[in-house]
């Protein structure tokens, strides 16, 4: 079974950064898409930024430039580095895992204030 543990949300102010993090535990195949969704009250999910075991990489219009996804296949690690923060990426962000199942985290607050 597979777990996934998220960490590095909290409170900023605008124009700040934060670094998210979301560790797999067990095994995964070996392809396999590691990204990061927001949900920001009132709203519906949204993906913020994808990245295949392949590589490929999308992110959603509105944190292009800002925001940069990476991963560490080797120790199942995913990471969200978040630049030139904005007050409505105010959101619950969440981790996902996807190979022959689809697997959420906990979520985590990310908030920014003015």
């Known amino acids: 079974q597979v777990q996934l543990v998220e960490s590095g949300g909290g409170l900023v102010q605008a124009g700040g950064s934060l670094r998210l993090s979301c560790a797999a535990s067990g095994r995964l195949s070996s392809f396999n898409v590691m990204a990061w969704y927001r949900q920001a009250p009132g709203k519906q999910r949204e993906l913020v930024a994808s990245v295949t075991s392949g590589g490929t990489i999308r992110y959603g219009d509105s944190v292009k430039g800002r925001f940069t996804i990476s991963r560490d296949s080797a120790e199942n690690i995913v990471y969200l580095q978040m630049n030139s923060l904005k007050i409505e990426d105010t959101a619950v962000y969440y981790c996902?895992?996807?190979?022959?199942?689809?697997?959420w985290g906990q979520g985590t607050q990310v908030t920014v204030s003015a």
């Open positions: 996902n895992i996807r190979d022959l199942r689809v697997y």
